[in-house]
């Protein structure tokens, strides 16, 4: 399957001609109109510095239905335990950085460059990015951000200074999907992590046709500290 190049037109290929691996596109750019254009079809950017951008819509996608979330016993009692404050898009910048800057610091590599950030630091400023920070005292000891569309919520990244306080940043989305009735919440590529989470695959097929039904719904923005947690 080839894989197709982008102009300056806001258009993209089909999602389902993407290549086995998920490859779908190469080129364009990270302007608003073109992201949200992406992900209102399933289709997102991943790529590492000096490459072009690549567009990808992998199948099977990996999802987290909120209702099907893991709260270990140990996160249960974490959450209870109201050692963590929470907030919701106070610090965006600053969470979109700390998930690029940890990965570095662990010798790894990051798409998290800095045309990425200010892509999304863009879309956050027009609300349809956000993030969950997750605080110690008054250090920023984890979070995680993503783009909302409709009752759908797609997850870009996460990270913790402080052990668990992604997974309790990640239990507050769920929390807050739960709450606004959002169909799923998007983990994009499969791994062994977010599957002990309660993330699940499913056909590329499945998941446009979830993604369709989401789009046709509003979405509620997260706001302000969500602490009375029900797991």
């Not at 951000?145 to 797609?154: D, E, H, P, S």
Request: net charge positive.
């Amino acid at each position: 399957m080839p894989v197709f190049q982008l102009s300056d037109s806001l258009v993209f290929p089909p999602p389902e001609l993407a290549r086995a691996d998920g490859l779908l596109a190469v080129g364009g750019d990270l302007s608003p109109e073109r992201l949200l254009l992406a992900y209102r079809q399933g289709i997102f950017p991943w790529y590492s510095p000096g490459e072009p951008i690549l567009w990808w819509a992998p199948d099977p996608r990996c999802v987290l239905f909120p209702n099907e979330f893991h709260c270990s016993r140990r996160l249960r009692r974490t959450l209870r335990s109201g050692r963590f404050r929470i907030t919701c898009d106070l610090a965006f910048e600053r969470v979109i950085c700390e998930c690029a800057r940890i990965r570095l610091e662990r010798g790894e590599g990051t798409w998290i460059d800095e045309a990425m950030i200010d892509a999304y630091c863009r879309l956050h400023g027009l609300g349809h990015a956000h993030s969950i920070e997750c605080w110690l005292e008054d250090k920023l000891a984890g979070g995680l951000y993503g783009v909302a569309l409709g009752a759908m919520f797609f997850g870009e990244s996460m990270f913790s200074r402080v052990r668990d306080a992604s997974k309790v940043a990640l239990a507050h989305l769920v929390q807050i999907g739960r709450r606004h009735a959002w169909l799923a919440i998007d983990c994009q590529v499969s791994s062994a992590h977010l599957h002990r989470l309660g993330a699940r695959d499913i056909p590329a097929g499945e998941f446009r046709r979830l993604l369709a039904h989401a789009l046709s719904r509003p979405f509620r923005p997260p706001v302000g500290p969500w602490r009375q947690l029900s797991f």
